[in-house]
């Protein structure tokens, strides 16, 4: 029989073989945050993000993910871009074919509204459907050393306090911008877990904290989302609000999104300990520079469909096509390029209220004949009382 340490130091190996740059393992036990996550959610800074508050219970401990757990593998894939991104120096072993996927699409070479995409979204596949796969290869390996043992992989499917497991792990400590932080990798990392029930070595947790005197991550921030270092207010985080929000952008936050058009990596950017870290070496994570930032007026003058199946194996997809309008809009609005105005005009006629609110925002912010009458028409027949209210304060910007 294999024993837990022969066990561990096999799933390490094996998991650094598929191309996992951390692995550590926890005991499967009440995780220390979670009295933070229970403080985080009466607090109401998980927003509209429902499915948090709903498992709360659910977090409180692993085995309402795998009943019997006694440890969780936890696994680190750097996903940091280099200067000379997707260069020769990237490793292309494990890279999986997905068929087409956004990278295979054509891209203009220089964006006319630049939209700014946060670094997890532009490799060539969603890190979901990457790791899983990689992840269940792990468990497969377990299961032909220790054959009565049960596995769950987990990358981002279960209610699981995914940093506080790394964190247990050894895998690195919780930031001031409550990223968990790797010594060696920083915080551009993906996490991924494989509980199961077979008794594996633990790892020593990381009990403590780098970063300082340092503050940069709370001062960069531009919607001022952290009320104390170390907690994130996810409702003013501009992630949350170009990812996960479904309705409007709150009007006074709109200019602090600026140019980011899907996610923001400002306080991860920021972070000496990102300074110091290697690049990605897989392929499969790396971003691709032509995903740095997409042409917001391209997005605006799609159709639905298009971004549908455009984004469909991205995780672009998740805010859909009107959410990613609506975020183009303001970013358009932010950039102040008059070039948007006669796009704005078009959909500030879309089916969807969200679009038409965010579009007559922008038109305000741009200004001009062609934006004034745009707004004054479809006021005339509008009649959802948020966007009444969206083109009556835009048109009131032109009263002066
Ligand atoms: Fe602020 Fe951007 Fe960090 Fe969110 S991701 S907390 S908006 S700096
Ligand atoms: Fe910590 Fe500074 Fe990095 Fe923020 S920017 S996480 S304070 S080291």
């Given at each position: 029989m294999t024993s837990p340490a022969q066990l561990s130091a096999m799933l390490k190996s094996e998991g650094q073989r598929l191309g996992m740059d951390l692995v550590g393992i926890a005991p499967a036990v009440t995780p220390t945050g979670i009295s933070r996550l229970q403080s985080w959610i009466e607090r109401g800074f998980a927003g509209e993000m429902h499915y948090i508050p709903r498992r709360a219970t659910a977090y409180e401990h692993p085995e309402h993910v795998l009943p019997g757990v006694r440890s969780v593998v936890m696994v680190a894939v750097n996903y940091k871009g280099a200067g000379e991104r997707g260069s020769a120096g990237v490793r292309e072993q494990g890279r999986e074919d997905h068929g087409d996927s956004v990278a295979d699409l054509p891209h203009p070479q220089t964006p006319a509204l630049p939209g700014r995409i946060a670094s997890y979204a532009q490799s060539r596949s969603d890190y979901h459907d990457v790791l899983k796969p990689r992840l269940q290869q792990l468990a497969d390996v377990l299961h032909a050393a220790a054959p009565s043992c049960r596995t769950r992989c987990v990358v981002d499917t279960a209610p699981l306090l995914e940093r506080d497991f790394a964190r247990l792990a050894g895998l690195g400590w919780f930031g001031k911008n409550t990223m968990l932080i790797s010594k060696r990798l920083g915080s551009f990392v993906f996490l991924a877990a494989l509980l199961t029930d077979a008794d594996l070595e633990p790892d020593a947790p990381h009990a403590t904290s780098h970063c300082g005197t340092c503050t940069r991550c709370l001062e960069v921030c531009p919607t001022d989302a952290f009320p104390e270092p170390g907690v994130l207010d996810a409702r003013k985080c501009i992630s949350y609000l170009t990812i996960e929000l479904k309705g409007p952008i709150p009007l006074d936050l709109r200019t602090g999104v600026g140019e980011w058009l899907f996610g923001c990596d400002l306080c991860q950017d920021v972070c000496p300990w990102n300074r110091k870290s290697p690049p990605a070496t897989d392929a499969t994570f790396a971003p691709l520079p032509e995903l740095a930032s997409l042409d917001a007026l391209e997005i605006l003058r799609a159709s639905d469909a298009d971004l549908r199946t455009r984004f469909r194996e991205s995780p672009l997809a998740r805010p859909g096509p009107a959410g990613l309008k609506r975020n183009a809009a303001v970013v358009a609005g932010n950039l102040g390029d008059d070039a948007a105005i006669p796009v704005l005009c078009e959909t500030?006629?879309?089916?969807d209220p969200v679009v038409r609110g965010a579009s007559a925002w922008a038109l305000g912010c741009l200004g001009g004949t062609a934006a004034q009458e745009a707004l004054n028409t479809r006021r005339q027949f509008e009649d959802n009382p948020d966007v009444i209210v969206e083109l009556e304060s835009a048109a009131s910007r032109f009263i002066s």
């Open positions: 500030l006629n879309h089916v």
